[in-house]
């Protein structure tokens, strides 16, 4: 996936409100533009790091940007951008990269499923029928570690998410619970048990009914993100 128009360099002043960013251009402008973020991007963001971000003309819109890339405090970096993770899976399963899912002969986005009322993130349609894929944007990371962690708060909606999957996979239906890894210098995944210890139970729990995990990185720079390499994930680190 590449940045098109190109990415813009800046430096975080400050991120607050959630949803807003404030950060100073190098000709000393000072912008404030949207934070696509939910999460508490623990450990992806340090005041006075470097960011990226896509210009819109949009005279609709009231910011004129969007935050995309972040300098973490260990100097990596981290697409802080959560809806970039749906369309880098899209791209990479329609490439076949993903090879524990390849060779499907459709594949349908949000779809509704469940007894939660969720909708899965990809439906994808094989000879021996379904496979479900949730798909999880993982950027915490953790000094002195290549490991990284999901989540980066507290998430009942992660783990409803696991809990769906779980039901799918005992009654039958391939289920996939994937990690899109959008943070460099990472060797491997695993359950920030010490942030969300009930996520991390019911992700041990859905792979015990059945559940298949995944996590892939990502390379990553301020022209483009592609997935390109399959990685560990660590139930009980």
Same mark, same amino acid.
């Given at each position: 996936?590449?940045?098109?128009?190109?990415?813009?360099?800046?430096?975080?002043?400050?991120?607050?409100?959630?949803?807003?960013?404030?950060?100073?251009?190098?000709?000393?402008?000072?912008?404030?533009?949207?934070?696509?973020?939910?999460?508490?991007?623990?450990?992806?963001?340090?005041?006075?790091?470097?960011?990226?971000?896509?210009?819109?003309?949009?005279?609709?819109?009231?910011?004129?940007?969007?935050?995309?890339?972040?300098?973490?405090?260990?100097?990596?970096?981290?697409?802080?951008?959560?809806?970039?993770?749906?369309?880098?899976?899209?791209? !990479?399963? *329609?490439?076949?990269?993903?090879?524990?899912? #390849?060779?499907?002969? &459709? +594949? =349908?986005?949000? /779809? @509704?499923? $469940?007894?939660?009322?969720?909708?899965?993130?990809?439906?994808?349609?094989?000879?021996?029928?379904?496979?479900?894929?949730?798909?999880?944007?993982?950027?915490?990371?953790?000094?002195?570690?290549?490991?990284?962690?999901?989540?980066?708060?507290?998430?009942?909606?992660?783990?409803?998410?696991?809990?769906?999957?779980?039901?799918?996979?005992?009654?039958?239906?391939?289920?996939?619970?994937?990690?899109?890894?959008?943070?460099?210098?990472?060797? !491997?995944? *695993?359950?920030?048990?010490?942030?969300?210890? #009930?996520?991390?139970? &019911? +992700? =041990?729990?859905? /792979? @015990?009914? $059945?559940?298949?995990?995944?996590?892939?990185?990502?390379?990553?720079?301020?022209?483009?993100?592609?997935?390109?390499?399959?990685?560990?994930?660590?139930?009980?680190?």
């Amino acid at each position: 996936m590449a940045f098109f128009p190109p990415l813009e360099q800046g430096r975080l002043l400050r991120r607050y409100k959630r949803f807003l960013a404030d950060i100073e251009l190098a000709s000393g402008e000072q912008l404030t533009i949207h934070c696509p973020n939910t999460g508490s991007m623990l450990n992806c963001m340090r005041e006075g790091g470097q960011v990226w971000f896509s210009r819109s003309n949009d005279p609709k819109r009231k910011l004129p940007g969007t935050w995309e890339i972040s300098e973490t405090p260990q100097g990596r970096l981290a697409c802080v951008n959560t809806g970039r993770a749906n369309a880098l899976v899209e791209e !990479a399963l *329609r490439a076949g990269v993903i090879s524990e899912l #390849a060779g499907f002969t &459709a +594949l =349908r986005r949000e /779809v @509704a499923y $469940g007894e939660e009322g969720s909708r899965i993130d990809f439906r994808l349609e094989f000879d021996s029928g379904p496979a479900y894929v949730e798909v999880k944007s993982v950027t915490l990371g953790y000094p002195d570690t290549d490991v990284a962690a999901f989540p980066d708060a507290v998430t009942q909606r992660g783990a409803k998410h696991l809990r769906e999957l779980a039901t799918l996979a005992r009654n039958g239906v391939r289920a996939v619970q994937l990690y899109c890894v959008n943070l460099t210098g990472v060797g !491997a995944v *695993r359950p920030a048990e010490e942030i969300d210890a #009930a996520y991390a139970e &019911a +992700l =041990r729990a859905a /792979v @015990a009914e $059945g559940v298949e995990v995944l996590a892939y990185g990502t390379h990553l720079d301020a022209e483009r993100i592609v997935i390109n390499r399959p990685l560990p994930v660590l139930l009980n680190p």
